[in-house]
């Protein structure tokens, strides 16, 4: 009856269609989860009578009613969606099903690899939870039997974990700390891969695990990147556990899981609940740390984030082991650009709202920008961290590389080539300064600055460089060799100012003083010298009278001029950037 019936796409951006798909679910028992691709088949009257979504290369949301269960249409609805994600580059195709679809899906080359009483984790495909067992039984090769195993996100690495690491790392021969893959938190998965590795390099019977989709990731466990308890959380936590006793430990010779006590996060505390009712059951005793205190609290990388959330580097910098700190520090930097990016409205320049004056980048291009970045402000912060005296070549070796990274992301864009310069030699003296100083500094940190830019010669053929002759104005490099001398007496004092007085204003205030008081190259590029002034004229004034609709104002007449002042917005990331190292 339905098989000459086509599957097509679903938009679920459309208010309309996904309201038709949720009501569809819940007739069939399930409800609508995230997905990036939802299909469906349709009887004549426009009802859906199968359904079925992708997330990557996760089949989800299957639904058939009860009209179409016998027609073998469920089959043609999985076959499309294996041949979309296969489309899309998927070596290994996943699916969550309810056991009683175990033999449909087993009919079309899917394994089970995880079960709990409400759902099954089955997957196809070349690349699978076979290739990981086999690089686990390789890290397993001639190490004594009875080991252990912590999964940890360390988002970021703190004393809290360094701490159950050693406790851990006493209770068996071999401890394996594998690491949650997954991208949604603060710090990317390589980067809190290498905090870890870091953190537990000196402890020799330590070996730190590459993460994957079988421990803790938002395939086994969706609900944990979302903190919060539901009725789907037991079934999610039972199947990550199922996964760990018939893949990972076996193949590791894990016969301990080792946990951290939790007083504060619920969804947690029911996985260690679960955990110790499921896991002996499979053979695997469960410890528990009681979790490191340090000022009455928990020493919990919540804590961390919210320090670098406030901007305070150096309440985080208590919490975490020094293999950390640099990585703290990187990520200030890249957050001072999101800063300055997401400040709206901003005149000339691109915010939230519009392209600014620029034709050949958005929001979308500077973010990306912004990323490729990061990789590289994290390995300047770790050269200043581990050099006594930083040599010039390699920080601008650094740099370059960083430059390149930057316009392979844009498509040749120069979106952040002044704020680079002035964002990374910042964060190499930062961390300089909290490595050989215990703490960043005002003086240290501007003479670190001065002197590795001292070696610096200026660069030819740029427009920087350009105004910089034609007008004896000073540029990007003068300001450093300058120490920003300008923006720790000037602009720093007056954004503290600001923030007091109106921190939703802070950053447009801040930006019209910079404006006012810098010869801004980009601007004098665009439309010469004696217009620049004319801007600095403008910002003043606006700044004494100041009104954010007068600032749109000032944004429309700017995108009509072609007036960007690109450097001064360099200058409130690096401002926002010092204010936070420095609280």
């Known amino acids: 009856m339905y098989g000459n019936f086509d599957i097509c796409d679903m938009p679920l951006s459309l208010k309309s269609n996904r309201t038709r798909v949720e009501r569809f679910l819940a007739d069939n028992g399930l409800r609508l989860e995230n997905v990036d691709y939802y299909a469906v088949a349709t009887d004549d009257d426009g009802n859906i009578i199968v359904g079925g979504g992708l997330q990557g290369n996760v089949i989800k949301c299957i639904a058939v009613g009860a009209a179409a269960r016998e027609t073998g249409l469920s089959n043609k609805l999985i076959s499309h969606l294996i041949t979309m994600a296969t489309q899309q580059g ?53 190490r004594p039997e009875g080991a252990a195993a912590i999964v ?115 969804l947690t505390a029911r996985y260690n609940e679960l955990m110790q009712e499921l896991l002996p059951q499979r053979g695997i005793t469960v410890k528990t740390v009681v979790r490191l205190m340090k000022d009455g609290q928990v020493v919990s990388a919540t804590r961390v984030r919210q320090a670098i959330a406030d901007g305070a580097l150096s309440h985080g910098v208590e919490l975490v082991p020094p293999t950390t700190i640099p990585h703290l520090i990187a990520h200030l930097a890249t957050e001072a650009l999101r800063a300055e990016l997401f400040t709206t409205p901003k005149p000339g320049l691109v915010d939230r709202h519009d392209n600014g004056a620029h034709r050949d980048m958005d929001l979308a291009i500077m973010g990306k920008s912004i990323d490729a970045l990061q990789p590289y402000f994290t390995r300047l912060a770790l050269y200043g961290f581990s050099n006594e005296e930083p040599a010039a070549d390699e920080v601008r070796n650094i740099g370059l590389e960083a430059e390149r990274a930057m316009l392979d992301a844009t498509c040749g864009v120069n979106t952040h080539r002044g704020a680079l310069f002035a964002m990374g030699l910042t964060t190499l003296a930062a961390a300089w300064c909290q490595a050989h100083e215990s703490k960043v500094e005002e003086q240290a940190l501007r003479r670190l600055i001065k002197q590795v830019t001292g070696q610096f010669a200026p660069t030819a053929g740029t427009h920087g460089n350009d105004a910089v002759n034609a007008h004896r104005v000073m540029g990007a490099l003068d300001f450093a060799k300058d120490g920003y001398m300008t923006l720790f007496n000037d602009w720093l004092p007056a954004y503290r100012r600001y923030l007091a007085e109106d921190a939703e204003t802070a950053n447009h205030r801040l930006l ?10 980009n601007v004098i590029h665009r439309v010469g010298f004696d217009q620049a002034q004319q801007v600095k004229r403008e910002a003043h004034e606006l700044l004494d009278n100041f009104d954010l609709s007068r600032l749109e104002q000032m944004n429309r007449d700017y995108i009509a001029l072609n007036i960007s002042p690109g450097g001064s917005a360099d200058m409130v990331a690096l401002t926002l950037f010092i204010h936070w190292i420095l609280n």
């Open 512 to 521: 019209l003083l910079i404006m006012s008081q810098l010869d801004d190259t």
């Open 90 to 142: 998927a070596e290994t195709i996943k699916v969550y099903t309810k056991p009683e679809n175990l033999t449909v899906f087993q009919s079309m080359g899917f394994t089970a690899i995880a079960k709990s009483p409400c759902a099954v984790l089955m997957e196809n495909g070349v690349k699978g939870i076979g290739n990981y067992t086999s690089y686990l039984k390789r890290l397993r090769a001639n």
């Open 152 to 266: 940890m996100n360390a988002n970021p690495f703190t004393l809290g974990h360094r701490y159950l690491v050693e406790q851990a790392a006493a209770m068996a021969p071999t401890l394996y700390v594998i690491a949650v893959r997954e991208e949604r938190s603060m710090f990317s998965y390589a980067e809190r891969l290498a905090m870890i590795q870091a953190g537990c390099k000196e402890l020799d019977n330590v070996v730190v695990v590459e993460g994957s989709d079988y421990a803790i990731s938002e395939l086994t466990f969706p609900t944990y990147f979302l903190k919060q308890v539901t009725d789907a959380t037991d079934t999610h936590i039972t199947l990550d556990l199922d996964l760990f006793a018939t893949h990972i430990a076996p193949a590791l010779g894990v016969t301990t899981r080792i946990v951290g006590s939790e007083p504060i996060d619920a």
